[in-house]
């Protein structure tokens, strides 16, 4: 019988991360949040959580994601998950995503190797970029880790997320290095999840806002401690 237990690795939460993890957890036998090393001030939302009947890890020093999702994932597997969903804190899932995914494996034999199954959109951007399964799935090269469901099969033959790469591309790596181990990764059909993937700031040319068709362009901002990782 099939187990999924989600990792939501989180850092600063906000008091908007209660209502949507306590809605995940109707879809899991478990959410274990692993916090990573935020500030004080975070105190009272991680304690909402608890009093939410989740489940908090605190991770000490800020370490980065791969390190916090590492920390769920041996729990999970170590209490028997057969499946493991990692979720950013600020993304949303729709109710019937772990079915979906979870539909998606089992429609899926073992020769074709399904390692992680994903969502098919973020907001409206499309993520299929392959082909298909025989069964029909879309296969992706890379995806976006938040709203991975990993096999227990494949994180145990092809290991952990990289704790080397504190912020981006744990989860490119990871993509590369499960396929180089004969393993895939596909779009479950009809799963779509809301993802911020960086705060919109207006463009602006020599301080005058650049507009096309009539609209004002904006553009993904980082701060400059992640732009630094991203390098």
Avoid: W
Avoid at 49 to 71: P, T, Y
Avoid at 134 to 144: F, T
Avoid at 148 to 159: E, N
């Amino acid at each position: 019988m099939s187990s999924v237990i989600a990792v939501v690795p989180t850092f600063r939460p906000d008091s908007t991360v209660v209502a949507r993890l306590t809605a995940l957890s109707a879809q899991v036998e478990a959410v274990i949040v692993v916090d990573d090393g935020s500030p004080d001030d975070a105190a009272p939302v991680l304690g909402q959580l608890r009093s939410s009947g989740l489940e908090v890890v605190l991770g000490g020093q800020n370490r980065g994601i791969a390190a916090a999702l590492n920390a769920g994932i041996r729990i999970a597997l170590d209490r028997g998950a057969t499946h493991v969903l990692t979720i950013d804190q600020d993304s949303t899932l729709p109710p019937d995503y772990v079915a979906r995914c979870m539909s998606a494996f089992e429609i899926s034999p073992p020769s074709s190797r399904v390692g992680i199954v994903c969502a098919e959109s973020i907001g409206d951007a499309p993520t299929i970029a392959g082909g298909r399964t025989p069964e029909g799935l879309g296969i992706l090269r890379v995806a976006i880790q938040s709203g991975f469901v990993i096999s227990a099969r494949c994180l145990r033959d092809c290991g952990l997320f990289d704790e080397r790469l504190f912020i981006d591309y744990v989860d490119t790596e990871y993509c590369l290095r499960i396929a180089a181990r004969g393993y895939r990764v596909v779009a479950a059909p009809g799963t779509r999840i809301e993802h911020a993937l960086g705060e919109k700031m207006p463009l602006r040319r020599f301080g005058v806002p650049v507009r096309r068709d009539g609209v004002e362009v904006t553009y993904e901002y980082h701060s400059p401690v992640r732009r630094y990782f991203i390098t």
